[in-house]
């Protein structure tokens, strides 16, 4: 992550697209804030403030104290003069985020001075110096802030070896301890606030990753629930198209007969009871799983944990719209073979919502329906006549619930019952095909391709059969 003298990465918020990563809390900086000190440069200040009084204190120690003791000597000019040197040399630290690289020369500036001031046997180095390096370390390129720092370094050393020579000194002892602080002060300085930024950015990162990994889980979990939402929803339509459907034809006639036929009317509002109950059975199962139920211990101790219908209920699904008065053959072809559960469902669902439809949209129709088993696909088929008294002329509803026109082969709209039957079939890796019939009745197609593995099926028939045997 690259750095730049606008500051730390970590002072705002980071937005991720429409993701946004709260700032880490900062105790000073809400201080910082309630004082009304909220751009750099003002901050800064307070730095460089709150150094110079530093400063302050440690020149009053240094002439009260250290210089006696060592039995060196200032004059009054030269303490006036060295005392403003070093407590200039804070004032530069205003610009240290802003311009930091301007910010060091300006300190090496007022060192090179102090170094002129200052007797030959004293060596003062401010604390601007280390803030500045560490500032230069944190702020610029690693190869930058060592280059820069590296150059600031031998300046002071310099200035002394040139006020040695004029004065007549000793050159050797000056010019190393010069040399030595200016490589600890700006060089080692810059090196601590490299390996400091070098761990905020990796903490920030790690920050961003993790802010990242949340987001998208954030958005698997959504499109979890988006999809989940679409499954029950194209359950709850196939179960309430089908049975409710039938309900209404049946209560239809039970009208028709109530007076005339009182019998069959009992009959019709028995089997309207019966259907009722098996519509209330078939939401409760789907609509169980959305219901958490604690100290259950798997499948099969609730009864709504029954594995949904599948080809083997195809029967019992012909046999209700029968009575229903639907006229519905069921044909089948090929040896059966054992589907995947999921698959097995989905053929069932397709030949429900395919009846159901053609009850709906083309009443009185006859219906065929056709299973066949082939050596690498299985079929499912359900073709519907054009309604009864209703021909190609009119045009017919198809099993998607829009109307078609087969004279004009204008487009169909496709209905929630076909973008049902569409996901089911992708969700299994089938191909879906409908359409209007050359009568203007409508077909639905479901082909799902299978390995072929006669000598698999062949062992289990006759392990099958030497079971029963």
């Not at 072929?452 to 029963?468: I, L, T, V």
Request: hydrophobic fraction near 45%; aromatic fraction near 4%.
């Amino acid at each position: 992550m690259p750095r730049t003298g606008g500051g730390p990465a970590t002072d705002g918020p980071t937005v991720l697209d429409d993701w946004t990563v709260p700032a880490r809390p900062r105790r000073f900086d809400a201080l910082l804030n309630r004082l009304g000190l909220t751009s750099t440069v003002s901050r800064d200040a307070l730095l460089a403030a709150v150094v110079l009084v530093m400063t302050a204190v440690l020149l009053v120690g240094l002439f009260g104290f250290v210089v006696g003791e060592e039995g060196l000597t200032i004059g009054p000019v030269q303490g006036v003069l060295l005392a403003v040197a070093v407590c200039v040399q804070a004032l530069p630290l205003v610009l240290r985020r802003v311009r930091p690289v301007l910010c060091l020369v300006l300190v090496v500036a007022c060192q090179v001075v102090i170094t002129a001031i200052s007797p030959d046997d004293l060596s003062i180095g401010g604390i601007p110096q280390f803030i500045a390096g560490y500032t230069v370390g944190t702020l610029l390129p690693v190869r930058r802030a060592l280059a820069v720092t590296a150059a600031a370094a031998p300046v002071a050393a310099l200035a002394a070896g040139a006020a040695a020579l004029v004065t007549g000194n000793d050159l050797l002892v000056p010019v190393l301890n010069h040399l030595a602080s200016g490589v600890i002060s700006y060089v080692v300085s810059a090196l601590v606030g490299t390996t400091v930024a070098t761990r905020r950015d990796y903490t920030e990162l790690v920050r961003l990753r993790a802010a990242e990994v949340v987001r998208a889980q954030h958005a698997t979990t959504q499109a979890a629930i988006f999809a989940e939402r679409s499954r029950m929803a194209r359950e709850l339509h196939d179960v309430a198209a089908h049975h409710l459907s039938g309900l209404v034809v049946q209560a239809a006639a039970v009208e028709r007969q109530i007076d005339s036929d009182p019998e069959a009317a009992k009959k019709g509002t028995a089997w309207i009871r019966g259907q009722g109950k098996e519509t209330l059975d078939s939401l409760r199962l789907i609509v169980g799983v959305l219901r958490e139920r604690p100290g259950s211990g798997g499948p099969g101790e609730d009864a709504h944990d029954a594995p949904p219908p599948g080809l083997g209920a195809l029967d019992d699904l012909v046999r209700t719209a029968r009575a229903l008065g639907d006229t519905v053959d069921l044909e089948r072809s090929g040896r059966p073979r054992p589907l995947a559960p999921i698959a097995d469902a989905a053929f069932y669902r397709v030949a429900q919502e395919s009846l159901s439809n053609a009850r709906q949209h083309a009443p009185g129709a006859a219906v065929r329906t056709a299973v066949r088993f082939g050596e690498r696909e299985v079929e499912l088929e359900v073709v519907n006549a054009p309604a009864v008294g209703q021909g190609a002329r009119n045009g017919v509803r198809g099993s998607n619930g829009a109307r078609g026109v087969a004279s004009t082969g204008g487009p169909e709209r496709a209905g929630m019952g076909l973008i049902g039957m569409r996901e089911r079939a992708q969700l299994v890796g089938a191909t879906l095909t409908t359409g209007a019939t050359a009568s203007g009745g409508w077909r639905v197609l479901l082909t799902l391709p299978v390995p072929h593995d006669s000598r698999a099926y062949e062992n289990r028939q006759h392990d099958n059969e030497g079971g029963q045997g």
